[in-house]
């Protein structure tokens, strides 16, 4: 499944967002500042690939990132403000992507 998130400050596309193409390297396309070429041709800046590698499949490290913070937290260390942030706004993405094909694929905006 391909998902696309379009912005006013860039955009995002992955390939393999539910099923991994590749376990051992997640890739995805981005760009920032882009705006419409001359002649409404195209855009600029072309959207740049970015390839993360790992070693071990992604399901196997959000569950060891999952046993981490649950360890931090019972022996008394603060919890990482960041990953409310970054689930939150995830699922902010899916609900709108779910909401654009119940509708007939119409582009819906997020709100953070």
């Avoid at 396309?29 to 855009?43: F, L, P």
């Amino acid at each position: 499944m391909d998902i696309i998130a379009l912005g006013t400050k860039g955009n995002f596309r992955v390939h393999d967002f539910v099923i991994p193409f590749n376990e051992k390297v997640g890739s995805f396309y981005a760009v920032d500042n882009s705006k419409w070429a001359e002649r409404a041709v195209g855009c600029g800046p072309e959207p740049g690939v970015f390839k993360i590698a790992t070693d071990m499949p992604q399901e196997t490290l959000m569950i060891q990132e999952f046993g981490r913070l649950v360890a931090g937290i019972r022996s008394g260390e603060p919890r990482e403000n960041k990953w409310p942030i970054i689930s939150r706004k995830t699922q902010l993405v899916i609900d709108a992507v779910v909401a654009s094909v119940k509708n007939g694929f119409i582009p819906v905006k997020v709100v953070y």
